[in-house]
């Protein structure tokens, strides 16, 4: 079993930075290599889960929404415990709850790189409010 757990959520104005960080732990027993990729999505209230950004935590690959592309970055910690989003530039419709979702590349669900089915694991999620 895999637990996340998002922090660096806040307030911003526009024009503004963040770093959002994704804690992975395991249980003792967890297969190793148990979570590849990891991503980050958003969900703005009345709308869609919306997939922001991904990360081979064995390639270290990555893949950016176009909304984002160019503003944000997606990384990882050299253990693969952390994955970390460095949001610049943020715009008032950036505004949403963050969450950072994991895959079991054992699986059997897979709908795509940016399409939240595909994730087995979800943390709680941290938000974000960027003002005008």
């Known amino acids: 079993q895999v637990q996340l757990v998002e922090s660096g959520g806040g307030s911003v104005q526009a024009g503004g930075s963040l770093r959002l960080s994704c804690a992975a732990s395991?249980?003792?027993?967890?297969?190793?290599?148990?979570?590849?990729?990891m991503a980050w999505f958003r969900q703005a209230p009345g709308r869609e889960r919306e997939g922001v950004a991904v990360i081979g935590t064995s390639t270290g690959s990555t893949y950016y929404a176009d909304s984002v592309k160019g503003r944000f970055t997606i990384s990882q910690d050299n253990a693969g415990n952390t994955v970390y989003l460095q949001m610049n530039n943020l715009k008032p419709e950036d505004t949403a709850m963050y969450y950072c979702?994991?895959?079991?590349?054992?699986?059997?669900?897979?709908?795509?790189?940016?399409?939240?089915?595909?994730?087995?694991?979800w943390g709680q999620g941290t938000q974000v409010t960027v003002s005008s």
């Open positions: 395991r249980s003792t027993y967890s297969r190793k290599d148990d979570i590849d990729p």
């Open positions: 979702a994991a895959r079991d590349p054992m699986s059997n669900l897979w709908a795509g790189r940016l399409h939240a089915t595909s994730y087995n694991y």
